[in-house]
């Protein structure tokens, strides 16, 4: 039965003075119980129906939970309906209070399925159902699945609603009707911890025009939506800006391929590196679900990291990589996560760092997404196969796909011997990855390599061609392109003040200020010496395999705790093996291979935190490695991770009792 116990009517307060005060009251939903599941209920109605029969429902505040099923009127049976209704379980915005009315819409000529006398039950339900038909123009069908109808035919489609409990967000939102995004106008209980709603998957299918239709994505807060403010992390600029009028390139190719926003997420000021503890200043950093859920989440795709990490039913987070930023969230939360070829998508309306080597890609806790199904037989699997390719399909339309695969490996810093967990369970991938692909292993040394292959006029060494080349493409662009305009416009409205900057931008900033612009031209020039090397040496293009060989490297696991203390940021100087993606424009894919302990201070408790691998490939080598890892995931080399407290499932340790979960 269908038992509500809250419904908040929020209104918009509009006063008009002319002659007389004239007073206009707009609905922008309200949120309801179903049960014990929270949901929110758009102004607008999805669509308008006959009121023929609707007296019939049990409705609470003018509202009755109802579920469509659009059937032939030949095939409407009992037991159709229950096969159906069957399927519905595994959608996590549907519930069986949604049963109170059964909607059959049905197309084709003459009569429909009548209307029976009583209620019918079906099989697996605990409640009978009010049947009610409705013939549409098959042209106008409605889609299947959890609906409100109101006594005068207005049929609503619900938002259930999550809790944000491990602070993944900067806003929660839903589509307007105007192609634009606007806030969700609804919350939960619960101390900082923002609703987000979530439409029912039954409510799209997928088509080729829309092969990521119904799935569910949270955008960093540097892209920009239409309709809503980007606050690159920062509080002055949320203020300053009015709402972006246009989306993003990369938003809108992911929205024109289905995918439905959900909401934005944190990402560290500017897009900047920044610790949990003390570098954050403006907005609280993200919780990291793993483990005892106070280990850094890493940056600055903090917010996509985290919610990939912790939320089921959050299928997608679209993040940037320019140094490490999304790399980092998904090493230290054991995700899938990409840092493309450079400039395989184009970078409009998104806030820059240093545009030569800027990035955008995914962080997800699978690559083939938990539970991204798209049409109603896809619910009985735990996992569709086709999704992250198709994700990046639609962000980068170029992508070569290859079918072969490199035979040779090269390794970077990788153990020796299984002394640690760490090191057997990277040592046991290797060797599986090695079988699976016939391959050849060498160890890689980049200081050898460069030495004995360098161009004459390039220093000897590696570190001193690229020591402060990375601190000097970020500060340099980002004070150019962001901070100085940003600067000039809040002094014009604020009587020459400038902005709060948290302190990891400035140190940054104030490092790029101490050099002549002459430095940047130079950067860019031994940015570019070691990639042109690199891309000739180490990585090289195959007509067969797109690239002739695979370079992994591993991050391990290291215990960083939010709740210790360091000394001021620093500018990040220095050449390490996370640096050559970015330095050379490969593309660099981490890939979650299992966990291992490590005793917490926190929990007083063995805990485990994930261990990956990074693969890179050839510069425009992307298609291939979407089509490896998914071969590796059928062949059981590569395990599908969960949500939680572990890469195998469990529950956050923040998230028990908490309301919408």
Known sequence: MFAQSLFILSYLLLLHVENNVALSLTSTGGTLMLGNVPYY??????????????SRLQSVNNLAPVTVVSV????????????????????????????????????????????????????????????????????????????????????????RLYSDFVGAFTQPLIPSSDDTYAALPAALPGIQSPAIGVPSRLHYTKTASKPLAGVRLGVKDIYDIAGVKTSDGNRAVYGLYPPKT????????????????????????????????????????PFNPRGDGYQDPSSSSSGPGAGAGAYPWLDLTLGSDTGGSIRGPSQVQGLFGNRPSHGLVELTGVMPLAPELDTAGFLSVSSLLSLAVLHLKSYHRCRDPTIWKAAGIALYPNLQFYNDYPSAIQTISFPTSADSEASAIIL?????????????????????????????????????????????????????????????????????????????????????????????????NNKTVFMNWFNSNILLNDNRTCSESLLLYSAGIEVEYRNEYHGPPTVPFGFSTGRISPFT??????????????????????????????????????????????????????????????????EILLRRGMVGL
Not at 616 to 642: R, S
């Open 41 to 54: 209920v758009p102004a607008t109605p999805y669509a308008q129906i006959s009121t023929y029969g609707i």
């Open 72 to 159: 032939t009127p030949g095939n409407a049976s009992v037991g159709t309906l229950e096969s159906i209704v069957r399927d519905f379980a595994a959608d996590d915005v549907w519930n069986t209070g949604f049963l109170e009315g059964l909607l059959i819409f049905y197309t084709g000529s003459g009569y429909g399925p009548k209307h029976p006398s009583v209620p019918i039950a079906l099989s697996g339900s605990n409640q009978s159902s009010t049947v009610i038909s409705v013939k549409t123009n098959g042209s106008s069908t409605i889609p299947n699945g959890p609906y409100l109808l109101s006594s005068n035919g207005a049929l609503y489609q619900p938002y």
């Open 246 to 285: 246009a989306n993003s390139v990369p938003v809108q190719r992911l929205i024109d391929a289905g995918a439905i926003i959900v909401g934005k997420m944190k990402t560290s000021q500017f897009a900047n590196g920044e610790l949990a503890t003390a570098d954050w200043v403006d907005y609280h950093s």
């Open 428 to 524: 046991s991938f290797l060797s599986k990855i090695q079988t699976f692909l016939n391959a050849k292993t060498t160890p890689l040394n980049l200081t050898t390599s460069w030495t004995a292959s360098k161009p004459a006029s390039a220093p000897a060494s590696l570190t001193t061609l690229l020591n402060v080349t990375y601190p000097i493409l970020i500060s340099k662009e980002q004070t150019r392109l962001v901070r100085d305009p940003f600067y000039a416009a809040y002094a014009a409205v604020h009587d020459g003040r400038k902005p709060f900057v948290d302190p990891s931008p400035l140190v940054r900033w104030a490092f790029g200020d101490s050099y002549p612009d002459s430095a940047l031209t130079e950067a860019q």
């Open 585 to 650: 424009e490969v593309p660099d894919v981490v890939v979650p291979i299992g966990q291992a302990a490590y005793n917490s201070t926190i929990t007083g408790h063995t805990e485990m935190l994930p261990v990956t691998v990074d693969i890179l490939a050839a510069k425009g080598c992307d298609g291939m490695l979407f089509n490896l890892i998914e071969d590796l995931t059928a062949a059981g080399i590569l395990d599908v991770p969960q949500t939680g407290q572990t890469i195998t499932g469990g």
